[in-house]
């Protein structure tokens, strides 16, 4: 029995993207099971809870386009898509260095970076498979009554947040990722960002500081792509006399580079990570 | 189900000997203020090796140097003659069963070895079949799409074994294999890692439990305060030390005050003793010299008719060597 070991020829170790698709297709996401996906869920559709209760209450119809697009500045973009990314995030591998498992990835023939990279894709994946849903439901449920035609309509400002939230998942799980290996605690730290720099920062006073956060980018592709948004545009109308608001498509491009190099800044800090080593184990 | 029995098997070399599979050159090892590993210089060819010393000793540091999870501060660590430090094409020919307890537990026991073999290389398919194989290897066939949760200490740490074969290593690295295994688990354990080692793999087998060390090897390497004291088989160490006289024991069939005498006699004028104490059952003699005296007593038993019930060196094991050496 001892030959069901034996292998004719051993496989070649995967290459870095190889690698990185392979993480990718197993990471474990511990926080995607049980209470905590339903809590994050439950939490990503609040807006669309917020709508259905709003119609038992007595408003007889959704409150259409304009509604939609500020519920997504005020809610979504001010704390449900950051909240969801950084529970994400911080699972995505901060746990499991925290209890040691990351080590039976570490044991197999993988660079270390397709590792960080294999995660970080699996947890913006998720992150999108959790939101894309929740905007979506949001659409409808302001939409749905007045007709196919006003959802068919307004689809360019749905999918415009639908690129959002894919540039969200991509931008904040590059954030948190790195923030899980820098730090033990990576969700309080990640809470104080998201309130201090992100909330904060990219709605007070225009200044280039604002040009810094993920928010004030997505914010901004949203307010180039439609006039509906009666609160974006008030928000917004102070930076866009300083000059400070992005093109979309620079604003895209940013996001998108940024998160490259936290990712690669997350690889080079998980090359270096020594697992749970105090000198007394040694 | 157990292990599977391997004893009754045939085991086919299928690795060239090397003599120097892993290799340390000059390696020092530190955090920050404390030495892990001092300055050590090992080579560990093929067949098993035991790593043994004391919590603190710097065992887990020197595994760690070895799988490639950590880089040494000073000095060269080679595998099969490449730096192993993040080398993808070395860890590929690497098997660890590391002495970890946590797993992400949500998952079965397939699972977790599918992932193994998937992230070794295997495609989605092969990396299945490749589980079902290594499960039933280890015993867990029946057991393997229950949740690693529910399993008890002896079946994760086969579960870690079968993680540890995937991709068929020709080094694999043991840290405390035994631990938690009921005595039926163990041994088969020790039957695997032996047949292992008669395959020409390199197993490197650390460990704080002598005896079962002791039943996997006589070969070992003995580690204290971050330096390797001894390296070899245990009697050639024991051999070395020459500072602490053998202690033998011989119990005659014939258990007369006078015979024991007697023997003592000859003994005392014929052979290099060091010591030599009586008790009722029988006579413990101390030497430097055993294979002399052996000789001698080999003599005595043919032309003199002394017959001997009982002959055991009593500090020629793995523990007493360890003993004086590190205590």
Request: proline share 5%; charged share 20%.
């Amino acid at each position: 029995m001892i030959h069901a070991v034996t292998l004719e020829k051993r496989p070649k170790p995967p290459g870095f993207v190889g690698g990185a698709l392979r993480v990718a297709r197993v990471a474990p996401f511990r926080v995607l099971r049980g209470r905590r996906l339903l809590g994050l869920a439950l939490f990503a559709f609040v807006p669309v809870l917020l709508v259905l209760l709003m119609r038992v209450e007595g408003e007889p119809r959704g409150l259409g386009v304009r509604m939609f697009v500020d519920m997504t500045t005020n809610l979504h973009l001010t704390g449900i898509f950051q909240v969801v990314l950084l529970f994400l995030g911080a699972a995505a591998i901060g746990d499991d260095i925290d209890d040691g498992t990351i080590l039976y990835q570490r044991l197999r023939p993988l660079r270390r970076g397709s590792i960080v990279w294999g995660r970080y894709l699996a947890c913006a994946l998720s992150g999108a498979v959790l939101l894309a849903p929740a905007t979506v439901a949001l659409y409808v449920a302001q939409l749905a009554d007045r007709g196919v035609d006003a959802l068919l309509e307004s689809a360019p400002i749905l999918l415009t947040v639908l690129w959002i939230v894919v540039l969200a998942s991509l931008a904040y799980s590059a954030v948190f990722v790195l923030l899980s290996l820098l730090f033990r605690r990576a969700v309080l730290i990640g809470l104080g960002l998201t309130i201090g720099w992100e909330v904060l920062v990219s709605r007070s006073v225009p200044s280039n500081a604002a040009l810094g956060t993920v928010s004030f980018h997505l914010r901004s592709i949203l307010w180039h792509s439609t006039s509906e948004g009666k609160e974006l545009g008030r928000a917004m109308e102070p930076f866009e006399e300083a000059g400070l608001i992005p093109t979309p498509t620079a604003s895209a491009v940013g996001l998108l580079v940024a998160a490259l190099v936290l990712v690669t800044a997350a690889s080079v800090v998980f090359g270096r990570k020594e697992l749970k080593e105090q000198p007394g184990d040694a | 189900m157990p292990v599977q029995a391997v004893t009754r098997e045939v085991v086919r070399v299928r690795f060239e000997p090397r003599p120097d599979a892993i290799e340390l050159t000059g390696v020092s090892r530190w955090y920050g203020p404390v030495i892990g590993l001092n300055d050590v210089s090992l080579r560990v060819g093929s067949g098993v090796t035991g790593l043994l010393g004391p919590n603190g000793a710097g065992k887990s540091t020197l595994l760690r140097l070895v799988t490639g999870q950590i880089s040494a501060s000073l000095g060269d660590v080679r595998v099969l003659g490449e730096p192993v430090f993040q080398n993808p094409n070395v860890l590929r020919s690497i098997g660890c069963c590391p002495d970890l307890e946590k797993f992400n537990d949500e998952w079965t026991g397939r699972q977790f070895v599918r992932a193994a073999a998937y992230l070794a290389g295997f495609s989605a398919r092969e990396a299945a079949a490749r589980a079902n194989d290594l499960l039933a290897l280890v015993g867990l066939a029946d057991a393997g799409d229950r949740v690693i949760g529910a399993y008890s200490k002896g079946m994760r740490q086969r579960v870690k074994l079968a993680q540890a074969l995937v991709a068929d290593p020709e080094v694999i690295v043991f840290d405390e294999p035994l631990t938690g295994m009921d005595p039926v688990g163990r041994r088969q354990m020790v039957e695997l890692v032996r047949a292992f080692g008669a395959e020409g793999r390199t197993i490197l087998v650390s460990s704080h439990v002598l005896h079962e060390v002791e039943a996997m090897t006589e070969n070992v390497v003995l580690i204290h305060h971050g330096r390797v004291l001894a390296e070899g088989r245990v009697h050639e160490i024991r051999s070395l030390l020459k500072g602490y006289p053998h202690h033998i024991r011989i119990e005659l069939e014939e258990n007369a005050p006078e015979r024991r005498r007697a023997l003592a006699q000859r003994l005392v004028a014929e052979a290099d003793l060091a010591g030599l104490r009586f008790d009722d059952e029988g006579l413990t003699v101390e030497t430097t010299a055993p294979d002399p005296l052996f000789r001698v007593l080999e003599g005595l038993v043919v032309d003199d008719g002394f017959e001997v019930r009982k002959l055991y060196a009593r500090d020629d094991s793995l523990e007493a060597v360890f003993d004086y050496l590190v205590r």
